[in-house]
């Protein structure tokens, strides 16, 4: 059922949805696409000769620079009509190659569901609304994740390095690539950062502000601005009572066992293409908990691979728990008793769902990790070697659920 085309007619029915959604986004105000428009006009004062680190809001490496410059020749009013639109075709790039990955296209029952829950789906809704660059890299895993599943891990290696260019989210992949032993494609990823720093950043006005300004900032949790609407431990735990020493204990436990973890899923094989996204997830969800700041639409960096690979006998979206904790992530669905972390700020009720959420995800993926058995190991994924092949169409269909 979730491999086979959708008619016509729900097709257009899922697109007709997302278009709605995306002119009304489109056609909301200037408060919508306000995370590129402080990019683009920290950008723009290179052309006055000062520095993008001048101002508090750019908060990317002298890389970022470099993808920002084209824009700053559009108007803001023109960037608010058109970015959504942007956003929103990467989006959809993320969701078709994490769907290739198991073998199925947009064209099927699960593409087309998922097409149909853009407008449905708060960190989607949020991250192109806000303009914000989290859009680029949950594309740049999906097609990081076909690639490496079609042995192609030197171009894998590219497409992770150029994300961490443009936003440097997905450091975290690096181990995955030491995890496969794939030295050349660790060296690509590392080096296309590198490279384009190396260029951009002596073009730049006082680019040494990036390390004396920005990067305190970041690791300081930004300011009481973004707080609220962080979701990673260091930032809600203290809401209940949890900080100082205690805190500092649960952030190295929960780094510890995410590392441990991703190494024996990895060691534990099975399905070559599953064993990449739970891997990766594993990594991503590991990284989001203990480090701040972490948003609301951080979770689409992993929730279309996992969402995909619900077409796989064994994977996490299988699990009834996993679904459950999406609904408080579904936009017209209003949510009470969380009040104790309100303190005073809406923002603190939005981010503790996509929290409940990577709590959920990481806990399933980490009990059917220690769970499972290792299977034998598989041959090393080289140039021109594909990963495991898809079920066969009668034998994955006898195993998913009928609803």
């Known amino acids: 059922m979730l491999k086979s085309r959708a008619p016509?007619?729900?097709?257009c029915?899922?697109?007709?949805l997302l278009v709605q959604e995306l002119v009304r986004?489109?056609?909301s105000g200037r408060m919508h696409s306000m995370d590129n428009?402080?990019?683009v006009d920290a950008v723009r004062r290179l052309a006055e000769g000062g520095s993008p680190y001048e101002s508090a809001r750019f908060l990317y490496p002298p890389s970022s620079v470099l993808f920002a410059w084209p824009l700053t020749g559009l108007s803001?009013?023109?960037l608010e009509r058109l970015f959504p639109w942007g956003l929103a075709a990467l989006l959809l790039l993320g969701w078709w190659a994490s769907l290739r990955l198991f073998g199925v296209g947009l064209r099927s029952w699960l593409g087309v569901a998922g097409v149909a829950?853009?407008?449905l789906f708060n960190p989607a809704v949020s991250v192109v609304e806000l303009g914000n660059w989290t859009a680029p890299v949950a594309a740049s895993m999906a097609v990081a994740l076909l690639l490496m599943g079609r042995g192609r891990w030197v171009a894998a290696g590219v497409v992770i390095g150029v994300s961490i260019a443009v936003k440097p989210m997905l450091v975290p992949i690096g181990l995955v690539f030491l995890l496969a032993r794939q030295w050349r494609g660790l060296a690509v990823a590392a080096g296309v950062p590198v490279a384009v720093c190396a260029i951009v950043a002596p073009l730049l006005p006082e680019p040494g502000l990036f390390f004396t300004r920005t990067l305190p900032f970041l690791l300081g949790g930004q300011d009481e601005f973004a707080r609220p609407y962080d979701s990673s431990l260091p930032a809600m735990?203290?809401?209940?009572?949890?900080?100082?020493?205690p805190l500092a204990v649960v952030r190295i436990a929960v780094l510890a066992v995410a590392l441990a973890t991703a190494w024996w899923r990895w060691r534990t094989g099975g399905d070559e293409r599953l064993r990449l996204v739970d891997t990766c997830a594993i990594l991503m969800i590991g990284t989001f908990l203990v480090s701040t700041p972490a948003f609301g639409y951080y979770p689409l960096v992993v929730l279309p691979p996992l969402v995909a690979s619900v077409l796989v006998r064994g994977s996490a979206a299988r699990s009834v728990w996993f679904w459950i904790a999406l609904v408080p992530l579904v936009r017209p669905i209003q949510f009470i008793g969380v009040d104790f972390l309100d303190g005073g700020h809406a923002g603190y009720r939005q981010a503790a769902k996509p929290l409940a959420w990577m709590a959920v995800a990481g806990t399933l993926l980490l009990v059917r990790t220690w769970r499972a058995e290792p299977a034998a190991p598989p041959p090393a994924l080289g140039p021109g070697h594909a990963a495991a092949a898809p079920l066969p169409e009668r034998d994955l269909a006898a195993r998913l659920p009928v609803h």
């Open 117 to 119: 829950a853009f407008g």
């Open 237 to 245: 735990l203290p809401r209940i009572g949890i900080d100082g020493a």
């Open 8 to 11: 016509w007619l729900v097709l």
């Open 13 to 16: 029915g899922a697109y007709a």
């Open 76 to 78: 803001d009013a023109q």
């Open 37 to 39: 428009l402080l990019v």
């Open 25 to 27: 986004i489109s056609l």
